[in-house]
């Protein structure tokens, strides 16, 4: 019987382990993807605004329009923001995990060329 709970209680902490790391790494994605949509960002903030929902929503995130804020300075973006989604823990029990971010990221990073790659001519 001690056999029998114990086996339960692994794989009930291996289920959450499982489940907070997979949800960690999607949010870890995702910061690494809007860095990279602000770094090579092309047009108004509004835009950009779009891009970063667009991004959650391909990550299954669920970030409200007024869950995070964008400010552009001296040729670096800064966006914070917050969500909370819910992570089954233990089967049946929802867990509110909130997660906060933040990315600063050069804005219109100039494109480096790799040795050996065709460069245009200028006319």
């Known amino acids: 019987m001690k056999l029998l709970i114990r086996l339960a209680i692994t ?30 960002r092309a047009g108004t903030d509004a835009e950009l605004r779009q891009r970063v ?4 929503m391909s990550y299954g995130i669920p970030l409200e329009e007024d869950g995070f804020t964008i400010q552009v300075e001296s040729g670096r973006a800064l966006i914070r923001g917050a969500y909370t989604k ?6 049946g029990f929802p867990f509110h995990w909130r997660f906060n971010w933040e990315v600063d ?3 219109n990073a100039p494109r480096i060329a ?3 790659s065709v460069r245009p001519k200028d006319p």
Not at 25 to 38: G, N, P, Q
């Open 53 to 56: 929902l667009e991004t959650a």
């Open 114 to 116: 790799l040795p050996g």
């Open 11 to 40: 794989a009930l902490l291996a289920n959450a382990a499982f489940r907070f790391g997979n949800e960690y790494l999607i949010h870890y994605r995702f910061t690494d993807s809007v860095r990279e949509v602000a770094t090579y």
């Open 105 to 107: 990221a050069p804005v």
């Open 86 to 91: 819910p992570i089954e823990v233990v089967p």
